[in-house]
């Protein structure tokens, strides 16, 4: 699975503003700015997504209130050190300090997306209802779908996925002993 964050974005308060965003594609958390990095606007930033292209120069990520270029990027300790343009001091690296990252989804037909899975109806391979996604949960060994009953199927038994429904193939009992 390559995960990605929850929807995320503000609509505009105007009616024009409202139409204009209600066209754009949704908005996910990549990522979030931890603090600043140096005296030349670098930012730390934590991503969310093990999409790590999401870092490339030239990349854009929005705030939710404006755009960001990556200029520069580069791992470090776990995290990216990120230059962005316009932001060329420390004080304006630590103004964009805790700001949520947003991108728009990549296109991925053979990916699972978190915000692709979530509300999606969980059936067997026979078509018996199984509950609807409510979140993920991260798990070492395969992530795992949490089911509105209860229930946790980890995603090595999805075997398809279509808009709003999944198809699974559990081992037999595994839901059972959960309810």
């Given at each position: 699975?390559a995960p990605?964050?929850?929807?995320?974005?503000?609509?505009g308060g105007?009616?024009?503003?409202?139409?204009?965003?209600?066209?754009?594609?949704?908005?996910?958390?990549?990522?979030?700015?931890?603090?600043?990095?140096?005296?030349?606007?670098?930012?730390?930033?934590?991503?969310?997504?093990?999409?790590?292209?999401?870092?490339?120069?030239?990349?854009?990520?929005?705030?939710?209130?404006?755009?960001?270029?990556?200029?520069?990027?580069?791992?470090?300790?776990?995290?990216?050190?990120?230059?962005?343009?316009?932001?060329?001091?420390?004080?304006?690296?630590?103004?964009?300090?805790?700001?949520?990252?947003?991108?728009?989804?990549?296109?991925?037909?053979?990916?699972?997306?978190?915000?692709?899975?979530?509300?999606?109806?969980?059936?067997?391979?026979?078509?018996?209802?199984?509950?609807?996604?409510?979140?993920?949960?991260a798990n070492?060994?395969?992530?795992?779908?949490?089911?509105?009953?209860?229930?946790?199927?980890?995603?090595?038994?999805?075997?398809?996925?279509?808009?709003?429904?999944?198809?699974?193939?559990?081992?037999?009992?595994?839901?059972?002993?959960?309810?």
């Open positions: 699975m990605e964050g929850q929807p995320g974005g503000q609509r105007q009616e024009s503003s409202d139409r204009q965003t209600a066209r754009q594609e949704p908005r996910l958390e990549v990522g979030r700015v931890a603090k600043p990095h140096g005296l030349r606007g670098e930012v730390i930033v934590q991503l969310v997504t093990n999409r790590t292209e999401r870092l490339n120069p030239g990349s854009r990520l929005s705030t939710g209130h404006r755009e960001l270029e990556v200029l520069t990027s580069s791992a470090h300790q776990g995290r990216y050190i990120v230059a962005f343009a316009g932001v060329g001091n420390r004080e304006a690296a630590d103004a964009l300090r805790g700001t949520v990252l947003l991108a728009p989804p990549l296109a991925d037909p053979d990916a699972l997306w978190a915000h692709e899975l979530v509300g999606a109806q969980v059936v067997d391979q026979s078509g018996c209802r199984l509950g609807q996604v409510i979140s993920l949960q070492p060994a395969s992530d795992l779908l949490v089911l509105d009953g209860g229930g946790l199927v980890p995603l090595c038994f999805v075997v398809e996925h279509t808009a709003g429904r999944v198809v699974v193939d559990p081992p037999a009992g595994l839901l059972d002993a959960q309810a």
